[in-house]
């Protein structure tokens, strides 16, 4: 193909789809376990164990669509055929997730709603998380456009994830969660729908062949990075849905103040993060990536455990402040981790299978709500918290774990495993070596 024949992705309009799947997305990992516990009365547990069957199918589709989406062939592209029908699809079921009818509130027909919007929503969301990563590496081809587009996608991350979890609450308390739900999802996929109508498919890649579904796995089950990034990536995504889900509780009962006040602290976190990325990227220049995503992971932990005795809101901010300080170290960095997996991938296998690998390690990461399900139980079974009805006898302590103990926990699995991946030149040089004799 002609290059100057081909219509280039705008960088900017690429990286708006950030927006779009991270407005929408914070506001589910944030309040709705909260919403269908608390608001609506559905027992802790078995908002729990529904969780923990739709995190497996989670797990599953993810693979399955990014098998699909590699092998569609239409005339405007293999991924924007999905993401047009995914995201309108999302933005119905996302409004039926938050607007459950009266009729169906206060009886037992309330968790079978809540299982089916809830995993209908989740896959759809799969089809336009895969989609949208997958075009990532075959729009933007030199190393240089891909950092640029990268550090574009990062801070519209955070900025994506503050209007979800700050706008979210204070809207909720003036306008309910319906209303809430549907300016949330709608302004989410008009900033998705920019980028898919603006995003342009290279067509060799649609004329070229794909590698084999049975290879590609082959090639992912022996790749022991692969597999040490994505089981820390698993722990931190647990840690990181615990502290997003877990922030209301924490406002609420240990703090004794409305959900409103979940704002500043979300605020504090997430606002934090946007100014740090310049402190990470300078240390990732010294350091290097790897060094410095360890760095991340082990401080992200250690900034959770004050929630253990913080009282008041303002000191709560200011834990949240450097917990949003290395949140942001181990978001620009697992990116940059990740994509050396991949690197070393193609130069073995002189193969393009990014969409492949990114859902291999959704899949990985979709599993961490098996953790995130464990600890809800085990705040269940230990503090005996059932819902806004029945709290247990120590609620304040149940959400200090919640938000604190847990994550801290899990915070140092990841920080441990870290150590399994190496990327080490010499190792690089031999697999150069064996692939050219």
Same mark, same amino acid.
């Given at each position: 193909?002609?290059?100057?024949?081909?219509?280039?992705?705008?960088?900017?309009?690429?990286?708006?789809?950030?927006?779009?799947?991270?407005?929408?997305?914070?506001?589910?990992?944030?309040?709705?376990?909260?919403?269908?516990?608390?608001?609506?009365?559905?027992?802790?547990?078995?908002?729990?164990?529904?969780?923990?069957?739709?995190?497996?199918?989670?797990?599953?589709?993810?693979?399955?669509?990014?098998?699909?989406?590699?092998?569609?062939?239409?005339?405007?592209?293999?991924?924007?055929?999905?993401?047009?029908?995914?995201?309108?699809?999302?933005c119905?079921?996302?409004?039926?997730?938050?607007?459950?009818?009266?009729?169906?509130?206060?009886?037992?027909?309330?968790?079978?709603?809540?299982?089916?919007?809830?995993?209908?929503?989740?896959?759809?969301?799969?089809?336009?998380?895969?989609?949208?990563?997958?075009?990532?590496?075959?729009?933007?081809?030199?190393?240089?456009?891909?950092?640029?587009?990268?550090?574009?996608?990062?801070?519209?991350?955070?900025?994506?994830m503050?209007?979800?979890?700050?706008?979210?609450?204070?809207?909720?308390q003036?306008?309910?969660?319906?209303?809430t739900?549907t300016?949330?999802?709608?302004i989410?996929?008009?900033?998705?729908?920019?980028a898919?109508?603006?995003?342009?498919?290279?067509?060799?890649?649609?004329?070229?062949?794909?590698?084999?579904?049975?290879?590609?796995?082959?090639?992912?089950?022996?790749?022991?990075?692969?597999?040490?990034?994505?089981?820390?990536?698993?722990?931190?995504?647990?840690?990181?849905?615990?502290?997003?889900l877990?922030?209301p509780?924490?406002?609420?009962?240990?703090?004794?103040?409305?959900?409103?006040?979940?704002?500043?602290?979300?605020?504090?976190?997430?606002v934090?993060?946007?100014?740090?990325?310049?402190?990470w990227?300078?240390?990732?220049?010294?350091?290097?990536?790897?060094?410095?995503?360890?760095?991340?992971?082990?401080?992200?932990?250690?900034?959770?455990?004050?929630?253990l005795?913080? !009282?008041?809101? #303002?000191? @709560?901010?200011?834990?949240?402040? %450097?917990?949003?300080? +290395? *949140?942001?170290? =181990?978001?620009?960095?697992?990116?940059?981790?990740?994509?050396?997996?991949?690197?070393?991938?193609?130069?073995?296998?002189?193969?393009?299978?990014?969409?492949?690998?990114?859902?291999?390690?959704?899949?990985?990461?979709?599993?961490?709500?098996?953790?995130?399900?464990?600890?809800?139980?085990?705040?269940?079974?230990?503090?005996?918290f059932?819902?806004?009805?029945?709290?247990?006898t !120590?609620?304040? #302590?149940? @959400?200090?774990?919640m938000?604190? %103990?847990?994550?801290? +926990? *899990?915070m140092? =699995?990841?920080?441990?495993i870290?150590?399994f991946v190496?990327?080490?030149?010499?190792?690089v040089?031999?697999?150069?070596?064996?692939?050219?004799?």
């Amino acid at each position: 193909m002609n290059e100057k024949s081909y219509r280039k992705t705008r960088p900017l309009l690429y990286a708006l789809g950030m927006l779009g799947t991270m407005i929408p997305g914070r506001m589910i990992d944030t309040f709705l376990v909260f919403f269908y516990n608390i608001e609506l009365g559905i027992p802790l547990a078995k908002i729990s164990l529904i969780t923990l069957f739709a995190t497996i199918w989670d797990a599953v589709n993810d693979p399955l669509f990014g098998y699909l989406s590699d092998r569609t062939r239409t005339k405007i592209g293999r991924r924007k055929p999905w993401m047009i029908v995914g995201m309108s699809l999302f933005c119905l079921s996302y409004i039926m997730l938050f607007s459950p009818h009266k009729l169906v509130q206060n009886t037992t027909f309330l968790i079978i709603y809540f299982a089916f919007f809830s995993i209908l929503t989740e896959t759809l969301r799969t089809i336009i998380d895969v989609n949208y990563y997958a075009l990532f590496p075959e729009l933007f081809i030199e190393e240089k456009s891909r950092t640029h587009v990268n550090a574009l996608r990062q801070a519209f991350q955070i900025v994506g994830m503050i209007i979800g979890v700050t706008l979210a609450p204070i809207m909720i308390q003036t306008y309910g969660y319906t209303i809430t739900a549907t300016f949330m999802v709608l302004i989410g996929m008009f900033f998705y729908a920019i980028a898919t109508f603006s995003s342009h498919e290279r067509p060799e890649y649609t004329e070229s062949q794909i590698p084999s579904l049975k290879e590609t796995l082959k090639a992912v089950g022996k790749n022991k990075n692969f597999w040490a990034v994505g089981f820390s990536n698993f722990f931190f995504q647990a840690s990181s849905a615990l502290l997003l889900l877990s922030i209301p509780y924490f406002v609420k009962y240990a703090l004794e103040l409305s959900e409103g006040n979940a704002a500043f602290l979300t605020a504090a976190v997430f606002v934090s993060a946007i100014p740090a990325m310049f402190l990470w990227t300078w240390l990732i220049n010294k350091f290097g990536s790897l060094k410095t995503w360890r760095v991340s992971l082990i401080f992200l932990g250690i900034s959770l455990v004050p929630f253990l005795f913080v !009282h008041t809101l #303002i000191v @709560s901010m200011v834990a949240g402040i %450097f917990t949003g300080v +290395v *949140l942001a170290g =181990v978001i620009i960095n697992i990116d940059l981790v990740f994509s050396k997996v991949i690197d070393i991938d193609s130069k073995v296998s002189n193969l393009r299978r990014e969409g492949m690998y990114f859902s291999a390690l959704q899949f990985i990461v979709h599993l961490s709500g098996l953790a995130k399900s464990l600890v809800l139980l085990l705040i269940a079974a230990i503090f005996g918290f059932v819902d806004a009805n029945n709290p247990g006898t !120590h609620p304040d #302590i149940a @959400s200090r774990f919640m938000l604190s %103990f847990f994550p801290a +926990v *899990l915070m140092l =699995v990841a920080f441990i495993i870290s150590f399994f991946v190496d990327f080490n030149d010499s190792e690089v040089q031999d697999l150069d070596n064996e692939t050219s004799s």
